[in-house]
């Protein structure tokens, strides 16, 4: 099989010892059914809860090297975006196997955990939650087909102000729910904006992501600008970045939160 790179993952016998290095990754490890096939991961790796009891590799900005190393892993998980390119050539110049993702859409995320069954041999548990997960992604997209459009601006933090183009998961998620990302047409992944762009986008809602999971307390800073249709009419909203941002199955219960969100904003 091949990763995000287009290189050709080979193993002799199903993966054992796999250190992921993307909390993101680390969770799509234990949907696959492979959760106790992990001796590491990176920091903020919270989710299942067992995944922060792993030992600790670094982030996953700021990997060690030598202690991946010293695991002996089989596997190592990357994130292409994430990570950078340069930590999977020197992992494999060290002789490890590495396999890199880079996920942009919701249907790569089943198809990373049916991956992720394969190597890890664990393809039983992998398919029937991709099949589950797949029948509930089918379900959302029939509610919403033909839904009246919204433009949204997505914001990722306020300062500096940033948002997420639409080559980003994220986008997919407010496609999926009948939306149309305000700055789709980024030149760069995660952008940074101003606020001059954004009233000149002028989005029929604003929704906020943060650090947790509560409403961050600058989304209220748009109350400064009641010109703006999001603001006049009421629709400044709160996804927690962990159910939408993450590149996990997680993320249909995000989709859920924003689909709906989105509803209210179509009957205002």
């Keep these: 099989m ?3 790179r287009g290189e050709v993952i080979r193993l002799q016998e199903p993966a054992s010892r796999i250190v ?3 909390p993101h990754i680390v969770e ?5 059914g492979a959760g106790d096939k992990l001796v590491a991961a990176v920091s903020y790796s919270d989710y299942p809860p067992e995944a922060a009891e792993l030992p600790q590799v670094g982030s996953y900005k700021l990997v060690n090297y030598e202690t991946v190393l010293a695991l002996k892993p089989d596997l190592v998980l990357a994130w292409s975006s994430g990570n950078g390119p ?3 050539r020197q992992l494999e110049r060290l002789g490890l196997t590495v396999y890199v993702d880079e ?5 790569d995320i089943v198809g990373e955990v049916r991956t992720l069954g394969l190597l890890a041999g664990t393809s039983e548990v992998a398919n029937r939650r991709g099949d589950q997960w797949l029948a509930r992604l089918r379900e959302l997209k029939q509610l919403y087909r033909g839904a009246a459009p919204v433009s949204v601006f997505y914001q990722v933090w306020n300062d500096p102000l940033q948002t997420l183009n639409g080559e980003h998961l994220v986008s997919d998620v407010i496609r999926l729910c009948g939306g149309r990302n305000a700055f789709a047409d980024a030149v760069s992944l995660a952008p940074k904006v101003n606020i ?27 109350l400064e600008y009641p010109a703006l ?7 400044l909203f709160f996804v927690p970045p962990d159910i939408i941002q ?15 969100q989105l509803q209210r904003v179509r009957h205002r």
């Excluded at 799509?28 to 696959?32: E, I, K, M």
């Excluded at 996920?103 to 249907?107: A, F, I, K």
Aim: overall charge negative.
């Design 28 to 32: 799509n490890v234990y949907s696959a």
């Design 196 to 222: 001059e762009s954004v009233l000149a986008r002028n989005p029929d809602a604003i929704v906020a992501s943060g650090m947790g999971e509560q409403r961050p307390e600058w989304l209220g800073d748009w």
């Design 103 to 107: 996920l942009r859409s919701l249907e």
């Design 20 to 22: 992921a290095l993307a």
């Design 229 to 235: 249709t999001a603001v006049r009419e009421k629709n």
């Design 246 to 260: 993450r590149h996990t199955m997680r993320i249909l219960d995000g989709a859920e939160m924003l689909c709906e």
């Design 2 to 4: 091949s990763d995000a």
């Design 86 to 88: 340069e930590v999977a």
